[in-house]
């Protein structure tokens, strides 16, 4: 017998996916969107202790669990302190005084607990979680780490070697190279520029380097401890007072210094010989959260290219297929805010990507946002924020970026508020004044004898 395939999958009565959401009169209508959410109070401790160390405490029950965020100002403008502090977060939990580094995951481990550690221009973060009931240990373990990190030789010179080796496949990596080449181009030899350090000069550090700089930056006063999970607010903070009790100095942990005022001026052409692809970043200045036009900013960000339903998707991915992913967001320092324009593209259309991008930045200033296009933006960024804070670990992640940016939870509470009040006219008036590609600056990495051509006639590029 002959079974025609698909056939016997098909019971009598079945109705495709097309017929279920079309009727005889057309489609079926979506249902209106539901009330939307707010932020939910938290139930929450914040105080500085005596040695100069805030800690925020954030009781939330979901799972029996505790996110540990300390995040400590880690600025320098020594060329050679990237190299140093990089070695600070990937050899810290290597050993201390007291314990190895066996020692410390076996202890972790019972309480089914991780620390780890990361450092940027701006701040040296330590990172963790664990049973809830196990929140002595952990802080326990944090505070020998924060006191007596031994970085000891044997360890720190195999943590070194790795180090190298993660660097020098990192700086080979397009991203890395665009990344390095903006940050330059945005903030010259500023200290936010030297996001990585060379491999040479890790190769160069001394165990005994990297203890003088624990000792001397990774300090209390200054820095912000954050605690979200199952917890009692007020006496995890006497918890964290008690353990810590021995981190003190009469130091404060040192800020990165006011970025340079970002200007727009041409983008620069840096070449990458055979490059295959370019990567096109475009950057200008923005607001921090604190003014009272960032609402407007964020959601016209968001119409431009801060999700997948924005116009340089839609131009440039959908309509013409000129890349994967193109996406626009803003980057937050204690001093600001930065907008900043990123896709890769191949170097055949290098060129034509360049224009689009231009041309919807024009767009967005003189076409501006449609009340539909905000209204999409607006129920994506507060769902989006809600999102985020249902978790432990992500509300703990979000109350440590704010407080590196001097807010705290009240700002959450009354930012879907703020958004709700943007109009399509703020909206409008905010993508007219950041938005114009003349405020913008950045770079193009890509093949210049493939690209420059072309790039030259369009303007307003600094070719090498």
């Not at 017929?19 to 209106?32: M, S």
């Not at 593209?345 to 501006?368: C, F, G, H, I, N």
Request: proline share 7%.
């Amino acid at each position: 017998m002959t079974v025609t395939a698909g056939a016997a999958t098909q019971p009598s009565g079945h109705r495709s996916a097309e017929r279920i959401g079309h009727t005889e009169a057309g489609a079926r209508p979506l249902p209106p969107l539901g009330a939307q959410r707010t932020v939910a109070d938290l139930d929450l401790a914040d105080r500085t202790l005596p040695s100069g160390l805030r800690v925020i405490a954030v009781a939330r029950r979901t799972v029996p669990t505790v996110e540990l965020r300390l995040r400590i100002p880690f600025a320098n403008d020594d060329p050679k302190h990237p190299a140093r502090a990089e070695l600070v977060a990937s050899a810290l939990l290597n050993g201390t005084a007291r314990r190895g580094r066996v020692e410390i995951d076996d202890e972790l481990a019972t309480i089914g607990g991780d620390l780890g550690a990361g450092v940027d221009p701006e701040r040296l973060l330590i990172s963790g979680s664990g049973l809830a009931s196990g929140l002595p240990v952990l802080l326990d373990v944090l505070a020998d780490l924060l006191t007596s990190a031994a970085y000891p030789d044997a360890d720190f010179t195999r943590e070194r070697e790795r180090l190298v080796e993660r660097i020098t496949v990192a700086r080979s990596q397009p991203r890395t190279i665009a990344r390095e080449a903006l940050q330059r181009r945005r903030y010259g030899d500023h200290p936010a520029s030297r996001e990585m350090p060379l491999a040479s000069d890790v190769a160069a550090v001394a165990p005994a380097e990297v203890r003088a700089l624990h000792r001397a930056a990774v300090l209390p006063a200054g820095s912000t401890l954050v605690l979200v999970g199952d917890i009692d607010p007020e006496l995890a903070i006497s918890e964290v007072g008690d353990a810590l009790a021995g981190w003190a100095s009469p130091g404060t942990a040192t800020e990165l210094p006011a970025l340079p005022v970002l200007t727009g001026r041409d983008l620069l052409l840096v070449d990458r010989p055979g490059a295959v692809q370019s990567q096109l970043r475009f950057s200008a200045a923005a607001l921090p959260r604190t003014d009272p036009r960032y609402p407007a900013v964020q959601l016209a960000n968001l119409v431009l290219g801060g999700y997948f339903s924005s116009r340089l998707v839609e131009n440039l991915r959908e309509d013409k297929g000129y890349t994967y992913s193109a996406s626009s967001y803003l980057e937050f320092s204690p001093y600001g805010a930065t907008l900043l324009v990123d896709t890769d593209v191949t170097t055949d259309v290098t060129a034509p990507a360049v224009l689009e991008t231009r041309y919807e930045l024009a767009r967005l200033s003189a076409v501006p946002p449609t009340e539909a296009e905000v209204e999409s933006a607006r129920r994506y960024a507060i769902g989006s924020l809600l999102i985020s804070l249902d978790s432990q670990p992500g509300l703990a992640s979000t109350l440590a970026a704010l407080a590196g940016v001097g807010l705290d939870a009240s700002w959450l509470r009354g930012h879907p508020g703020r958004l709700e009040a943007v109009t399509v006219e703020q909206v409008a008036a905010a993508a007219e004044k950041f938005f114009t590609p003349t405020a913008f600056t950045g770079v193009i990495v890509g093949d210049a004898a493939a690209v420059g051509g072309r790039l030259r006639a369009l303007g307003g590029i600094e070719l090498p």
